[in-house]
T-cell receptor
Framework: DSGVTQTPKHLITATGQRVTLRCSPR?????VYWYQQSLDQGLQFLIQ???????AKGNILERFSAQQFPDLHSELNLSSLELGDSALYFC?????????????FGPGTRLTVL | KNQVEQSPQSLIILEGKNCTLQ??????????LRWYKQDTGRGPVSLTI?????NTKSNGRYTATLDADTKQSSLHITASQLSDSASYIC???????????????FGKGTKLSVKP
């Protein structure tokens, strides 16, 4: 158990809808990262937040947005969902804002868009 | 374009045997390279991390090597166990220069199956 929690575990929704994924980092960690993992693409880094502020951006679509709250939990919002958004979404956390520090991954949220 | 290529895509070995997984990257500017182990349906777990100046790093039965000149890394697993069955992912970080926060580039992974 990494200490990172994600909810929900599974999410099934329809095209065009909007969903919110939630992540709580390990106690004491200030950075939260979001990743998308689909079968044919592997893990893709989406975005990093550090102590409430956006820190680094990867391949995040404009339809996706994230934020980190004062209690350091984070939410990833996915809107205008398409079939291709079906994937595992992982959240990770680390102690500092340095991108390449060891990250601890949560169990993931499996999103299915029908 | 920054890319990380891993080979083989999948590998089947017998328990107790050794194996080597490869990672080639074209990432600039390079910061470090990390190997992750990901069990099916679970989040990745870090095995090793190496910076530009490091050639070898071990973590138990896992040994990673890095050749920064040829931009290649390998992960060697000795005396494999059934619990080694997983995907192994190579991740390269770009450097954080001049206000740019850098990026993480993931390989697609090698799926290892260890059979009894």
């Amino acid at each position: 158990d990494s200490g990172v929690t994600q909810t929900p575990k599974h999410l099934i929704t329809a095209t065009g809808q909007r969903v919110t994924l939630r992540c709580s980092p390990r106690s004491g960690d200030l950075s939260v990262y979001w990743y998308q993992q689909s079968l044919d693409q592997g893990l893709q880094f989406l975005i990093q937040y550090y102590n409430g502020e956006e820190r680094a951006k990867g391949n995040i679509l404009e339809r996706f947005s994230a934020q980190q709250f004062p209690d350091l939990h984070s939410e990833l919002n996915l809107s205008s969902l398409e079939l291709g958004d079906s994937a595992l979404y992982f959240c990770a956390s680390s102690a500092t804002g340095v991108l390449y520090n060891e990250q601890f991954f949560g169990p993931g949220t499996r999103l299915t868009v029908l | 374009k920054n890319q990380v290529e891993q080979s083989p895509q999948s590998l089947i070995i017998l328990e107790g045997k050794n194996c080597t997984l490869q990672c080639n990257y074209t990432v600039s500017p390079f910061s470090n390279l990390r190997w992750y182990k990901q069990d099916t349906g679970r989040g990745p777990v870090s095995l090793t991390i190496m910076t530009f100046s490091e050639n070898t790093k071990s973590n138990g039965r896992y040994t990673a090597t890095l050749d920064a000149d040829t931009k290649q890394s390998s992960l060697h697993i000795t005396a494999s166990q059934l619990s080694d069955s997983a995907s192994y992912i190579c991740v390269v970080s770009t450097a954080d220069y001049g206000g740019s926060q850098g990026n993480l580039i993931f390989g697609k992974g090698t799926k290892l199956s260890v059979k009894p």
